[in-house]
């Protein structure tokens, strides 16, 4: 029988191989021998397990410099404002790491933010951080890395697992899987379910009577289905939708994403090695914005619906034992459109429409090269990205009917490369140089929004970001079960877009010189008997370059100096956990001039699970056992703040 992960016989020599049992993998192609030559942090399912607030960003976490826009957890945060970064590359709210589930890119195709709540850390097998830019597969949008999330199936999930539990304010989180075997294949149905009042996000002496609590309520749903075609061939798919609606600040200030996903994925591990995926995504985001004088709404974004469609082909053919080659092409269109009604004084003035289509078709070759305890790496990309449809509508005094933007396209060149030399058995040098692009997103092209009291306007003209960097570093396994990694890097992000202040209260989306990024990541994990320690730590100096401009010299807004996570774990059997996660953020900024400071933040998260009988466990979770007041925004002396002391108990089932 063939474990899990291993490749079935290869057609060629089926006649020569003994008969064997179909095992499918449920993942992709293997990972090539100098996946290794960049800055990889693997974190691995009992890492993500033990996240207190079950939620997959602080799971994610576990890899240092790991950061969305804002310090808010999926709860208490607006959705839009959910980008992922990595190395401080941030100063807006879209994603500049490309994020996928079982090779599917999972932002929205609108907005470019990660759907959070719909990314369960239960039913994931691993999640891979991989910091740099990267040329392969969908690498246009990887200019600070790649987070690839994969699948969990009946090995790890056994036939039935479920959890209920509830925390000291009265909120609830359940949510199951049943993953049967059948024949060679499996099937994984998923479910989730979180609901509550939420917390005070606004301090208590800027509270008035129109202040709520972060209420929220969250559902996601997926199926997926992997299947042997051939001994070496097997067929993936995956539905799934999701729904987030939140309540932030004030009385009507609602804010709602939704969507549904698809994809079929052909994986082939025979002599001719190939990866064929095609995927569709509906989504929609609703958001109202009320006023913090007159507590009335002046702006409600009623619907942004958007489509993604996309796929992908790699073919990597059989040249010798030295060589792994990997040849391909991705394609992505996103089409989408916000549609917001204008108030005035409480009452609808006007109405506005805007939105457009980008589309990218990516050439793609990389090849690793092994001569003996060298691996080289060399791989290149030619993009061809067209941004086009984009247009204004709107019905409010004094502004045009209606503005059409010119369409615009462009063949764009990425590349990276890299060696990993073995000097001992334990310890291997690296290095690695690379370059990319990420297109604009259509929210920042043609949508405006509001966080009272700052209007952020968009930017039709905006040009593609660009990345050039290059990194050096070293993998150390003293001991075994004992391992150590650091990571020299410099990353410069030219065209980096930002929210540049323009006046008073008014900023908009524009392109700077560019975010330029050097530092240092320090990762180590340690297994020894039933404890494991793991710890990431994050040192970046990221500045902005805009030479004759007061953002000159400046850090990227909302990007800390400083960031590290630990975590000790203690599992005396496969069914009892014991964990400790401490995590720091530096001190940040919430604007771009550096005027509103975010203080450094520490908090403790503990996880507990003990088994009850033979299928039932209790389980405990503290989210900022310190109760550390956490400043997610501060404008202008207007803050909300983070998740609060918070306490679960509930009960996990499992049914191997």
Known sequence: ML???????????????????????????DAAPAAVAYDVQDISADRLAVAASGRIEDALSAAAGF?????????????????????????????????????????????????????????????????GGGSGAFGAGAVAGTIDLTSAGPDQLGLFGGRALVDDRGESELSATLAPKLGAGYLVASGRWDRGRGFWTTPEDQRVPASVRARYESW??????????????????????????RTLRFAGADTAASGQDASLRL??????????????????????????????????????????????????????????????????????????????????????????????????VE????????????????????????????????????????????????YRGGAVFTLTRGLA??????????????????????????????????????LRGFEG??????????????????????????????????????????????????????????????????YTDAKVEAPGTALDGKRPAQTPRYAASATAAWRPSPRTTLALTLRHTGAQYEDDLETDLLPA?????AYAEVPLTRIFSLVLRGENLWDETVVTRNSGGSIDLGTPRTLWAGVRVAIR
């Not at 064997?20 to 449920?26: A, D, F, L, M, R």
């Not at 996601?220 to 609606?245: C, K, M, Y």
């Open 601 to 605: 933040a520490t908090t403790l998260d």
């Open 367 to 414: 090849d690793d090269w092994t001569l003996g305890p060298v691996v080289f790496t060399a791989g290149a990309r030619a993009d061809r990205w067209s941004v086009s449809g984009g247009k204004l509508e709107q019905t409010i005094a004094g502004a045009p009917p209606l503005v059409a933007y010119p369409n615009r396209s462009g063949w764009q060149g990425s």
């Open 220 to 245: 996601s749903t997926s199926l997926r289905a992997v299947a042997p075609l051939t001994a070496d061939i097997e067929l993936q798919a995956r539905v799934a939708a999701f729904h987030d609606a």
């Open 267 to 364: 994986v082939g591990r025979g002599a001719w090695q190939f990866d064929a995926l095609a995927y569709v995504q509906s989504r929609d985001f609703n958001n109202i914005v009320i006023s913090a004088r007159s507590f009335q709404p002046t702006l409600n974004q009623r619907a942004t619906p958007s489509t993604g469609i996309g796929g992908k082909l790699e073919v990597r053919p059989p040249i010798d034992k030295a060589h792994v080659l990997r040849l391909g092409a991705d394609w992505r269109s996103g089409e989408g459109r916000t549609e917001e009604d204008v108030y005035t004084q409480g009452q609808i003035s006007g109405q506005r429409r805007a939105g457009g289509t980008n589309r990218d078709l990516g050439l793609f």
């Open 67 to 131: 950061q969305q826009f804002r310090r808010s957890d999926s709860r208490a945060s607006n959705p839009s404002a959910q980008g992922i970064t990595l190395r401080a590359l941030g100063g807006n709210a879209t994603s500049r790491t490309l994020m996928l589930l079982d090779g599917v890119p999972v932002a929205d195709p609108f907005f470019g933010y990660v759907p959070l709540s719909a990314l369960a850390p239960e039913r994931l097998a691993m999640a891979r951080v991989t910091r």
């Open 473 to 538: 570093g070293l993998d150390w396994q003293p001991l075994q079960g004992v391992s150590v990694s650091a990571t020299a890097f410099d990353n410069k992000v030219r065209h980096a877009i930002a929210n540049v202040t323009i006046g008073e209260n008014l900023r908009q989306r524009q392109n700077v010189d560019a975010v330029h990024a050097k530092g240092l990541e320090l990762g180590a994990n340690a297994k020894l008997g039933a404890i494991s320690l793991g710890g990431s730590f994050a």
């Open 3 to 29: 474990l899990a992960g291993a490749s079935a016989p290869s057609l060629a020599h089926a006649d020569e191989a003994a008969p064997s049992q179909i095992v499918v993998t449920g993942r992709g192609l």
């Open 429 to 466: 040098l690296r290095g690695a140089a690379y370059t990319g692009l990420r297109q604009p997103t259509l929210n920042e092209l043609y949508r405006s929004f509001t966080v009272f009291p700052v209007v952020t306007k968009a930017n039709a003209a905006l040009e593609n970001e660009t």
